[in-house]
């Protein structure tokens, strides 16, 4: 049997491990990526890592979503950011540039190269054939630092794509109709790899939106081949000694399999507040007040000229706001020149710059029990900054019908199909770009400039081998990381300041989290399945370790969520039996013992001292993990002579 192009991919860039599901592995990191709002700490830790330049061959920082700058603490962060990376070799993306994955897809995704991101959607680089993993900011330090990135050898799932879209369905549509089939948790353990003839009719963008949301399925990764259509995209980026074909064998051999037969996909939603929440466009009429158009999934020049051609000399409905955040500065630079942006205008639209915006809270909160309806990938309770808000995932077709009629509507309702014709060349003019110096000696004189809000990063102490906690939270499933450290306009820009943000931790689930840990002296957290699902922001491990939570025992955990635990040093433990986490109540004292040794074994004896019961839990994790656990942390494991 032959390899599918996952494998193809990890096998020639294989430094450790035996290539093998399940297995631990490491691998060479071609590139890396970091925001704003996770960059702060991943350079804090690699700063404190005494290292020059960085060990790969592109690292970027980017700045794309602490954009409101109400007071000095989102400047002071870029400023950090842009000092850090010149001392580095690291290119600066300014604000004013866009958002991140778009970005580097436009620039320095390459196929067959391994990147690794401080985002959970960096797989949006899966479009254009390369693997492309969201991962906790101290893995993406170390990944710059050292060039290696370690991961559980993943299984892939292949989603066979066959036939062809219909006019007004969209690659939106495909990531919506596999999320209605897999779920929020279908994806974990598995890179997504996408083959059939059904890939034919997707751009380079219409992929990238497909594998940036694939992320919802809590995926490792997603990927498409690198073909004739990937060739064609880096020639219009004016790059094309940067493609190479990339295809998985005929014969591959995959893990599971999904075929999604595209002739019969309708236009679809995500309804609130989950991305699995999925159904087809209702015959009722679903009154909007908000439309949002951008994000990383779908901020394309495709997206945006899709709208143009749909909005072409009409009017937005009067009870819509309808808000554009274009994905780049080059795609903001072709719709102002090719006249798309005087047709935004015509219409009544409001713009917004080039950058996460209302995806991360960052203003556009909707109104009192609002509607909004936005292109983007989650729609978490509260995330828009309105509790009470309901959020529906769509495409741009969809949100472009509705922008005109007032309520959720089909475009197939438009009628006649709209095309746009991509330009020979994109816009790729650079100067939202930094580059660092080329001379070491400069680059080494660097002053790293750190403002008052920034302060030092939480560390973990050594594993001890024994403690009694309460269990000072117990969660239902699918708590998400916006749960645990909530995102928006106010909150973002502590992301540097833990201690300040810590004060705000589970504030969606209780308002009290922090006294109960200062009152209990730290503490444990129960949760239910997927604990940790959504962003790969390591504050949802460097909160609970500031406030002194020891272990999470969890029914299951989402990947990058359960390594950032590991990363910070504090247990992940898994129920063997849910009755045993029925049993449980809060304010249970809980005991463990034997902690180094069972960890070891992979099964703990837990004592509820408040039941006088006792139960198992298991402890999946590789030897490597243990050693980052048993230094209470993978930084001071990173510099010690074990690593
Ligand atoms: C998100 O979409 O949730 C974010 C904000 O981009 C996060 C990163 C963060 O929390 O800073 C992500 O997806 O990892
Ligand atoms: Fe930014 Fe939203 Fe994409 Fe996260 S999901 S990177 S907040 S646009």
Redesign the pocket.
């Known amino acids: 049997m032959g390899m599918n192009l996952t494998y193809k991919i990890l096998s020639n860039n294989l430094i450790k491990g035996e290539l093998k599901a399940g297995n631990e592995i490491a691998v060479r990191v071609h590139q890396t990526l970091t925001?704003d709002?996770?960059g702060t700490m991943a350079y804090l830790q690699l700063n404190s890592m005494n290292i020059e330049d960085v060990a790969t061959e592109v690292s970027v920082a980017y700045v794309d979503?602490n954009m409101l700058q109400s007071s000095f603490e989102n400047a002071d962060d870029h400023e950090f950011i842009k000092t850090s990376a010149a001392r580095h070799n690291i290119i600066f993306s300014k604000p004013g540039n866009g958002i991140c994955h778009r970005l580097h897809l436009e620039k320095f995704g390459k196929p067959g190269k391994i990147l690794i991101g401080s985002?959970?959607?960096t797989p949006t680089g899966g479009g254009l054939g390369m693997i492309a993993i969201?991962a906790g900011g101290l893995d993406v330090a170390i990944g710059m630092a050292r060039g290696l990135y370690y991961l559980k050898a993943p299984k892939v799932y292949n989603i066979e794509l066959k036939g062809k879209l219909q006019p007004w369905v969209s690659a939106k549509d495909i990531i919506l109709h596999v999320l209605r089939k897999l779920t929020v948790k279908g994806g974990v353990g598995y890179v997504m790899e996408y083959t059939g003839e059904g890939i034919k009719c997707l751009s380079v963008e219409d992929r990238a939106t497909i594998t940036n949301m694939g992320a919802e399925l809590g995926a490792t990764t997603s990927i498409f081949p690198s073909d004739e259509l990937t060739r064609d995209f880096f020639k219009k980026q004016s790059r094309e000694e940067d493609f190479i074909e990339m295809m998985p064998d005929e014969d591959a051999e995959y893990d599971e399999k999904l075929v999604v037969n595209l002739d019969e996909l309708v236009p679809l939603a995500a309804f609130p507040h989950s991305p699995d929440n999925v159904h087809e466009i209702p015959e009722e009429k679903i009154k909007v007040d908000q439309i949002a158009i951008g994000s990383c999934t779908n901020s394309s020049y495709s997206d945006f000229m899709k709208l143009a051609a749909i909005l072409d000399g009409k009017k937005v409905h009067p009870d819509v706001s309808l808000v554009l955040s274009p994905g780049s500065s080059s795609i903001m630079k072709m719709v102002s020149e090719n006249g798309a942006l005087s047709k935004f205008i015509a219409a009544g639209a409001r713009l917004l710059e080039a950058a996460?915006g209302p995806?991360?809270g960052m203003g556009q909160a909707p109104k009192s029990n609002g509607i909004s309806l936005r292109t983007f990938n989650?729609n978490f309770k509260g995330r828009c900054g309105t509790m009470d808000a309901g959020v529906y995932l769509v495409s741009t077709e969809t949100a472009a019908a509705s922008a005109l009629t007032g309520y959720l509507t089909d475009p197939r309702e438009l009628g006649d199909e709209i095309k746009v014709d991509f330009p020979e060349k994109y816009d790729v003019s650079d100067n939202y770009y930094i580059y660092p110096s080329a001379d070491k000696k400069e680059r080494g004189n660097v002053e790293i400039i750190m403002g008052p809000n920034i302060k030092p990063f939480p560390v973990g102490e050594k594993l001890q081998d024994s403690f009694t906690k309460k269990v000072i939270l117990k969660t239902k499933d699918n708590i998400t990381t916006?749960d645990i450290c909530p995102?928006n306009a106010a909150l973002l820009p502590f992301r540097s300041n833990i201690p300040k943000l810590s004060e705000h931790c589970f504030q969606t689930i209780i308002p009290d989290f922090k006294e109960r840990a200062e009152k209990n002296n730290g503490g444990i957290i129960v949760g239910g399945d997927n604990y940790g699902q959504?962003?790969?922001?390591e504050h949802a491990a460097l909160l609970p370790l500031y406030l002194g939570i020891k272990a999470v025992i969890a029914k299951s955990f989402a990947r990058i969520h359960k390594a950032n635990l590991i990363n910070s040093g504090i247990l992940p433990l898994e129920f063997i039996s849910s009755a045993d986490y029925d049993s449980i109540d809060e304010y249970d004292e809980l005991e463990l013992t034997n902690i180094k040794e069972s960890l070891e074994k992979g099964e703990f004896i837990v004592k509820n001292k408040t039941k006088n019961t006792e139960f198992k839990v298991k402890f999946n994790g590789s030897e490597r993990e243990l050693k980052i656990l048993g230094y209470g942390g993978y930084l001071s494991f990173a510099m010690s002579d074990e690593f």
């Open positions: 925001q709002s996770t979503h985002d959970s959607h969201g996460c995806c991360i989650r916006d995102s959504g962003s790969s922001r």
